[in-house]
Structure formats: structure tokens, C-alpha cells
């Protein structure tokens, strides 16, 4: 009974393997084949331009600050083209900075401001950046702002530290 039911698989899985082969017959092609029509690609949109507002300070070394107080840094610049500009976003690097900017248009030869504070949480070197968006003339044009320091351990600070270890 056993050879049997072998033999009727056996028999299934040959019957099913021969099933998958194809005839293969080749055809000569007598009207010649038509390229196939350009497709329109739509053009990327154009990448922001760097930004030509005259800024008074691009980079702000805030020197050696005292771990647990954020530091504020607000820079300027004047809007020095013939149009009114809107700042339309302001995008820290990391979640330790925050920003706030001029939210009203600013007209030709006016000032604007974008303030960085950075929560100077932990003791170390640091160099952060904030990316300010403009539109310039009807086009997204963009700067980098960036500012650096030190955060130093505090006179408490140093306190606690060596009251944990005695």
C-alpha cells in the first residue's frame, strides 16, 4: 500500500515538473518596432539661493557659559535689496537650541532679528547652527547662522559632586 501511494506522488510531482515547460518557438519580425515616445519629466524645483541679506554677525562665540543656564544670542541683519522680505522659517540643527525671528515683513533698509537660545545642559565643547528661510525676491533663498562656546561646570555643581563622593 505504501509503494502505492509513493508511486502516485512520484507520478504527481513528475507530471507537475514536465507542466512547467515551454515550447519555445522564435518569430521573425517583419514591421520594424517604434521606439517608445520620450516621457516629460517635470524639472526639479530650483534649490534655495543663498541668501543676500546683510547680516552683522554670521557667527557668535558665546566664550565659556555656566552648565543650566540656556544662552540667548540674537542676531541682526539689514535688509539691504529694494523689496520686502518675510522670513518664512527658522530650523535649529538639534533639539537644544530654540529660535524665534521677526514675524512681520521687513522693508528695505529695515532690521529683522533671529534669536538662538541654547540650553546648555551638559558641560562641553558646543558649535550649533540655525537655518534661517527667506524669500528674496520671490525666491526661497537661505543662511546659515551658527555660534559656539563652552559649557563650564558651576561652583554648585563641583559642590554636589564632591558631596556624592564623600
Known amino acids: 500500500m505504501k509503494s502505492i501511494k509513493l508511486s502516485i506522488v512520484a507520478l504527481f510531482i513528475a507530471s507537475a515538473s514536465f507542466a ?14 517604434a521606439a517608445p515616445a520620450p516621457v516629460a519629466v517635470p524639472a526639479p524645483p530650483p534649490a534655495p539661493k ?5 547680516w552683522d554677525q554670521e557667527m557668535h562665540d558665546f566664550g565659556d557659559i555656566p552648565k543650566g543656564i540656556p544662552a540667548t544670542y540674537e542676531f541682526t541683519f539689514t535688509n ?3 523689496e ?21 515683513p521687513i522693508k528695505p533698509g529695515e532690521k529683522g532679528t533671529v ?13 550649533k ?12 533663498s537661505i543662511k546659515t547662522l551658527s ?6 561646570e558651576t561652583a554648585t555643581d ?9
Open 20 to 33: 512547467q515547460t515551454k515550447d519555445t518557438k522564435t518569430v521573425k519580425a517583419t514591421a520594424p518596432v
Open 50 to 54: 543663498q541668501s543676500v541679506v546683510k
Open 80 to 82: 539691504n535689496t529694494k
Open 84 to 104: 520686502t522680505i518675510i522670513i518664512t522659517s527658522v530650523k535649529p540643527a538639534c533639539g537644544c537650541t530654540a529660535a524665534n525671528y521677526t514675524k512681520t
Open 115 to 127: 534669536e538662538a537660545t541654547f540650553n546648555a545642559a551638559s558641560v562641553a565643547p558646543f558649535q
Open 129 to 140: 547652527s540655525v537655518t534661517v528661510m527667506t524669500n528674496e525676491g520671490g525666491v526661497e
Open 147 to 152: 555660534f559656539k562656546g563652552k559649557v563650564i
Open 158 to 166: 563641583a559642590d554636589k559632586k564632591t558631596d556624592i563622593k564623600s
